[in-house]
């Protein structure tokens, strides 16, 4: 499962500040014939970018990063219990001890730098409020895999898994209540979109998943109902910048926009993806975003349409990725790798 205003609080979930700055920054995971799209970007390498790997001192999978844009402070979550925080931009880490043993974390999301949540199997959900030094496990409710996590503030917060699951919170996790998701396909990522100028409540909410699925709520959770993809194929990874723009890639380059609220969403060739699936992405607005995924793809859009390579130094799959702002990002993925991207 961090935007300059929203995954806004990066939590790589990676956002900014939670609704004073428009939510949280949130960088805090296709079908074999791609249609194609006039727009794309072809197969272009952009150079604007550099990417360097940094040392994790681990050699587990990393399944998703979280990035707190007032602070710098970046957490890490994998597999075997792995979490890890830096406080100076990647130059170094240390593992945190959440307290539940060898479970596989695949989600995180942090409110601010001192509060935020972990997921994974099992359906665990554990919260900090001290950035990470101890953690408190949470009822949930369910034992499926918790895959995809997203939190407006640090009371309202949603979390999605296998089997179609979503439950959401209105008290920072304290109880949990489930939401009918009218599917059974495993749901991997969440987000909300800010709400409107003068608006409080966060409403507008998307989940993306198996058989291509992608389902919104108008109401904060209350009911969700099915979007139309055409696409039989996983989606990994699903991205708003407001109520209207958003983005969902999958499975063989699949990368997916809408412009009315997912009303309908068109198919990008998005031949620089050269058939590697997508598994995660993250905009820093509505114009500039990333995406990471098998093989060490990094992708990069500057108009949200068309996409370049960026050039990875690996091949080995990259989880998510997540931005602090408009020159500085992380991707992470397996065997302990973390990328440090920056605009040259």
């Known amino acids: 499962m961090v935007r300059l205003d929203q995954k806004r609080f990066l939590c790589l979930m990676v956002p900014m500040l939670c609704l004073g700055l428009a939510i949280l920054y949130s960088a805090c995971g296709g079908s074999d014939t791609v249609i194609p799209d006039d727009s794309n970007g072809g197969t272009q390498t952009s150079t604007e970018w550099g990417v360097t790997a940094q040392t994790s001192g681990i050699t587990t999978s990393l399944f998703e990063i979280c990035v707190d844009s007032a ?4 957490w890490v979550v994998g597999d075997l219990g792995v979490i890890l925080r830096s406080e100076d931009k990647g130059a170094t880490w240390k593992k945190l001890d959440s307290g539940a043993g060898e479970v596989r974390f695949e989600a995180i999301y942090f409110v601010n730098d001192k509060e935020g949540w972990v997921a994974g199997d099992g359906g665990i959900i554990l919260r900090t409020k001290d950035g990470g030094d101890t ?81 919104h709520t108008s109401d904060g959770g209350k009911n969700w109902t099915q979007q139309p993809t055409g696409l039989p194929e996983p989606l990994y990874g699903v991205f708003f910048d407001n109520e209207s723009k958003g983005w969902a890639v999958g499975k063989l380059g699949t990368i997916f926009n809408t412009s009315n609220g997912g009303l309908t969403w068109n198919q990008s060739a998005a031949a620089a993806a050269q058939g590697k699936t997508l598994y995660d992405l993250f905009f820093l607005n509505a114009a500039t975003g990333w995406t990471v995924g098998s093989g060490g793809k990094i992708l990069y859009s500057a108009d949200g349409r068309n996409w370049k390579a960026v050039d990875s130094t690996i091949t080995k799959v990259l989880w998510a990725v997540a931005f602090i702002n408009d020159t500085e990002g992380w991707a992470v993925g397996d065997e302990g790798n973390i990328l440090y991207i920056k605009k040259l």
């Open 71 to 74: 602070s710098g402070k970046i």
């Open 135 to 215: 953690w408190e496990k949470q009822n949930t409710g369910i034992t499926v895999k918790v895959r995809g996590l997203y939190f407006a503030n640090n009371s309202e917060g949603w979390a999605v898994g296998d089997g179609g699951t979503i439950i959401g919170t209105r008290d920072g996790g304290v109880s949990w209540d489930a939401q009918a998701s009218r599917t059974t396909q495993p749901l991997e990522s969440v987000d909300f979109a800010k709400p409107k100028p003068g608006e409080v409540l966060i409403n507008n909410g998307w989940a993306a998943g198996g058989g291509g699925v992608i389902i």
